[in-house]
């Protein structure tokens, strides 16, 4: 019975196995060993396990090498995903590489699901109690923010995720939005959720419950103003300290004055809440500007809410330069849209999938793709000891695809190979953040061509050769008389 239930896992694990002969390191992908570093190989296999990814038979691209092909496009964004193949896999005799729609049925018939899953399990904080900047008074300092992709004008992204509406009518694209958990310290996204631009609560503020799961105990979140309101507040304070901007116009009448010039006051659901004073919830308020008139907002008010009440312990000059941590998630965005897959002449969207199973996957592999670089960031600015915002992202991720053939198959060597590779991240090195002045207008201006509509797309395709059009004319005649 026993050599019998031996013999059937043997022909199953022999059916999932990839018809591709195994290369350096026991793997068909054998040029991805260096992002085993990061992402674990039996990670993969379980998350591959649970959502059901398991193959029937044989095959060139079994879920395991579709799944880390996919993880390469979060790394090889300016390739095509036949180039990714062949960088991820060496050169073998007579042996041909699987055509691009092959490759792409693998890839829609993995899906989601894994990618996200993987995404979920693998993103964690990366700061230790010894990463400058990480922590204020023992807080880990993270942040809440939202950013929008473009993607490929395809029927099936349009009618999944919708076109952003304006004063001139309907965009040209359909968009995504992200919503992200960063660690500001690492840059390391720890949850994200997608929407469409057209869906129900599609808002950042309606998309930020989901997640609010992910804060713990000893973490300091901060957000701008358009995520306040009463009962997502409340329900961060549960989990978390707060830290945060908010409108001038909202309400907020002293209960308390406080040393520092900072006073205590109460939230409440409503203004008849208010002026029955019930469920209202203690927070202090700090108000202040500037008087620099080459920055932003100079002599203009501006408001922050935080749950740390004692001013003594938290000073109100600590908090407002504190806040300021939070923009650390717009390079967190910047990094991925403009380094990760910027613009280019073949790839008019942010993102290059042509259905919405596709977008969501991509976004997901993106992010395992920046966490991976972000994560191997952190570790060599803690073996040289220094601040990973000191570490060029760029430089870092060059050197990332730059290196990612070469990683060893011996675990040995592989070792001694890696201490070489964090080493030469520790070097790229950004100079100090100077003072930087970024006025909020449009730095583009508009184009001239007419606005894109209904009409111009889902185009026919041309019948006749621009040979088979041409009609001359005959020459003018002069005017006469």
């Known amino acids: 019975m026993g050599s019998t239930s031996r013999k059937k896992r043997a022909t199953k694990r022999e059916r999932r196995d990839s018809t591709l002969p195994e290369g350096h390191g026991g793997r068909?992908?054998?040029?991805?060993?260096?992002?085993?570093q990061v992402i674990p190989r039996d990670e993969v296999l379980q998350v591959l396990h649970d959502t059901g990814c398991l193959d029937a038979r044989r095959c060139?691209?079994?879920?395991?090498?579709?799944?880390w092909l996919v993880l390469a496009m979060g790394i090889l964004t300016d390739l095509p995903i036949r180039q990714v193949?062949?960088?991820?896999?060496?050169?073998?005799?007579d042996e041909d590489t699987p055509h691009r729609s092959s490759l792409c049925r693998a890839r829609q018939r993995l899906g989601v699901a894994p990618v996200r899953l993987l995404f979920e399990r693998l993103a964690r904080p990366l700061a230790s109690a010894l990463t400058p900047g990480a922590f204020y008074k023992g807080l880990r300092l993270m942040g809440i923010d939202g950013v929008i992709y473009t993607v490929p004008d395809s029927p099936s992204n349009?009618?999944?995720?919708?076109?952003?509406?304006?004063g001139r009518g309907s965009g040209a694209f359909p968009q995504v939005r992200k919503l992200s958990l960063v660690e500001l310290s690492t840059h390391a996204e720890q949850a994200v959720v997608l929407k469409g631009i057209r869906e129900k609560e599609s808002g950042e503020q309606s998309m930020?419950?989901?997640l609010i799961r992910h804060l713990q105990r000893g973490m300091l979140l901060m957000w701008d103003r358009g995520f306040f309101s009463y009962k997502l507040w409340q329900a961060a304070l549960l989990r978390c300290e707060l830290l945060a901007r908010v409108s001038v116009r909202l309400i907020l009448r002293p209960v308390q004055q406080l040393s520092d010039g900072s006073h205590l006051s109460k939230l409440y659901p409503c203004p008849h809440d208010r002026t029955k004073d019930r469920w209202g919830i203690l927070v202090r308020v700090i108000r202040y500007t500037h008087d620099d008139p080459q920055r932003v907002g100079c002599g203009k008010e501006h408001v922050l809410l935080t749950t740390l009440l004692d001013a003594e312990k938290y000073p109100a000059r600590e908090l407002i330069l504190l806040y300021h941590e939070r923009w650390e998630i717009e390079l967190t965005f910047d990094e991925q849209k403009t380094h990760m897959t910027p613009p280019r002449p073949t790839?008019?969207?942010h993102l290059r999938s042509e259905t919405p199973l596709g977008v969501v996957q991509e976004i997901y592999t993106l992010s395992i793709g920046h966490y991976v670089t972000r994560d191997l960031m952190a570790e060599a600015a803690a073996q040289s000891e220094q601040?990973?915002?000191r570490l060029s992202f760029l430089g870092c991720l060059q050197i990332l695809r730059t290196r990612l053939p070469e990683c060893p198959a011996s675990v040995k060597e592989r070792a001694d190979w890696m201490g070489v590779f964090l080493a030469e991240l520790a070097k790229e090195q950004t100079e100090p953040r100077r003072n930087r002045i970024n006025p909020r207008v449009i730095r583009v201006k508009m184009s001239k061509f007419a606005k894109k509509r209904p009409e111009h797309r889902g185009l026919k395709r041309l019948e006749r050769a621009f040979t088979e059009i041409i009609v001359p004319l005959p020459v003018a005649q002069p005017a006469t008389g």
């Open 387 to 389: 601040d990973p915002d």
């Open 28 to 36: 068909v992908l054998d040029k991805l060993l260096l992002l085993e």
């Open 60 to 67: 060139t691209l079994t879920f395991e090498v579709t799944c």
């Open 85 to 93: 193949f062949k960088a991820a896999r060496r050169l073998y005799p």
């Open 158 to 166: 349009a009618a999944a995720f919708g076109y952003p509406k304006g």
């Open 347 to 349: 790839k008019p969207a």
């Open 208 to 210: 930020a419950p989901a």
